[in-house]
């Protein structure tokens, strides 16, 4: 692990890519839902901000937004100096109607790997990843095309979310078996109160040297602390228009906030400080993906690496769950 003033950098699983220990989340870069940030400009401004603070990782989709994304983080790492940076970004959503508009095919990975390099306004991309796992197609056609990506340098490294333990464990056989390139590294939901994952994908990555990006590592907001139990969100927080987030208000999530929120007292920290630092504290996770909506929260969850728990404030957070696959509510 290296380190540079604020930032601490580390390798994405067995490999020899180096990625700052936070993934700037781009999802929130576009205009589609209400709680995204809807300003072109002030998107630029954040990821400026963040690669500034030494943030390299940067983590898209050509789903999100329907490529509007991709084109703000195109344009905003354009004069960046590229051999630095690490681009993900994911391809299976619907890009339009009809047929071959999404999934896992060999002609939909090879379309829109190109629409995704052409809207990043680069000739590679760091990190392609496949956004869930499609049931409609092999899964050797999908790792054929991928591997045909890194083959012919349109692509560096590929990675995989959101699955069942037994469909990844599959697709790292098939690239075995078949000498496809392997995934390096999986993208799973994971916080302190959604723990499914360590009964499903997490000890399939440590035993097989996979890099962990968890999405959603502060639970849509709930670990923020900015929500009260007995208390309906206030307008504009995305709790008000979300169900994700409203989701997690339950009495054994509040019981890990309480915990939370107690240790970042004791610490002089906030809650989204503490909940990212247990998230760093787990062995199998690399860099949590983090989607700030401004400044002030960029630097907050930046903040989050000069954090270090104790075994004690760790086993505290993690005591009111018990991990299960699949977790309720998501099977």
């Given at each position: 692990m290296?380190?540079?003033d604020?930032?601490?950098?580390?390798?994405l699983g067995?490999t020899g890519?180096d990625?700052?220990?936070?993934?700037?989340?781009?999802m929130?870069?576009?205009?589609?839902?209400?709680w995204?940030?809807?300003d072109?400009?002030a998107?630029?401004?954040l990821?400026?901000?963040?690669?500034?603070?030494?943030?390299?990782?940067?983590?898209?989709?050509?789903?999100?937004?329907?490529?509007?994304?991709?084109e703000?983080?195109g344009d905003a790492?354009?004069?960046?100096?590229?051999?630095?940076?690490v681009?993900?970004?994911?391809?299976y959503g619907?890009?339009?109607?009809?047929?071959?508009g999404s999934g896992?095919?060999?002609?939909?990975?090879?379309?829109q790997?190109?629409?995704s390099?052409d809207?990043?306004?680069?000739?590679?991309?760091?990190l392609?990843?496949i956004h869930?796992?499609?049931?409609?197609?092999?899964?050797?056609e999908t790792l054929?095309?991928?591997?045909?990506?890194?083959e012919?340098g349109?692509?560096?490294?590929?990675?995989?979310?959101?699955?069942t333990?037994?469909?990844f464990?599959?697709?790292?056989?098939?690239?075995d078996v078949e000498?496809?390139?392997?995934?390096?590294c999986m993208?799973?939901?994971y916080?302190?109160?959604d723990?499914?994952?360590?009964?499903?994908?997490?000890?399939v990555c440590?035993?097989e040297?996979?890099?962990?990006i968890?999405?959603?590592?502060?639970?849509?907001?709930f670990?923020?602390?900015k929500y009260?139990?007995?208390a309906?969100?206030e307008?504009?927080l995305r709790?008000a228009a979300?169900?994700?987030?409203?989701n997690?208000?339950?009495?054994?999530?509040?019981?890990v906030l309480?915990?939370?929120?107690a240790?970042?007292?004791?610490r002089?920290?906030?809650?989204?400080?503490v909940s990212?630092?247990?998230l760093?504290?787990?062995d199998?996770v690399?860099?949590?993906i983090v989607?700030?909506r401004?400044?002030d929260?960029l630097?907050?969850?930046v903040?989050a690496?000069?954090?270090?728990l104790?075994d004690?404030?760790a086993?505290r957070i993690?005591a009111?769950?018990?991990?299960?696959?699949?977790?309720p509510?998501?099977d």
């Open positions: 290296t380190e540079s604020s930032m601490m950098y580390t390798t067995d890519l990625v700052s220990q936070l993934c700037l989340g781009c929130n870069f576009g205009s589609e839902l209400p995204m940030m809807n072109r400009d998107s630029i401004d990821i400026h901000e963040a690669l500034d603070l030494g943030i390299n990782f940067l983590d898209t989709a050509n789903v999100y937004s329907t490529g509007e994304s991709e703000i983080v790492v354009a004069s960046a100096n590229r051999d630095e940076l681009l993900a970004t994911k391809v619907d890009m339009f109607e009809g047929p071959n896992l095919s060999r002609k939909h990975i090879l379309d790997v190109e629409a390099l809207r990043l306004g680069t000739d590679y991309i760091d392609y990843q869930r796992w499609d049931d409609d197609t092999p899964i050797e054929a095309a991928l591997d045909r990506l890194v012919t349109r692509v560096r490294y590929i990675g995989a979310s959101t699955m333990a037994y469909q464990t599959k697709a790292l056989y098939t690239s000498d496809y390139e392997r995934f390096a993208q799973p939901e916080n302190a109160v723990r499914h994952e360590e009964a499903n994908l997490l000890e440590a035993g040297g996979v890099g962990v968890p999405w959603s590592p502060l639970a849509g907001g670990l923020t602390g009260e139990r007995d309906d969100p307008s504009g709790a979300d169900e994700y987030t409203q997690r208000f339950t009495d054994e999530n509040w019981a309480e915990e939370i929120r240790v970042a007292e004791a002089d920290a906030t809650p989204a400080q990212l630092a247990w760093l504290d787990r199998v690399d860099a949590p989607g700030p401004s400044s929260h630097r907050e969850n903040g690496l000069s954090v270090e104790t004690e404030e086993a993690a009111p769950k018990t991990p299960r696959w699949p977790a509510g998501k």
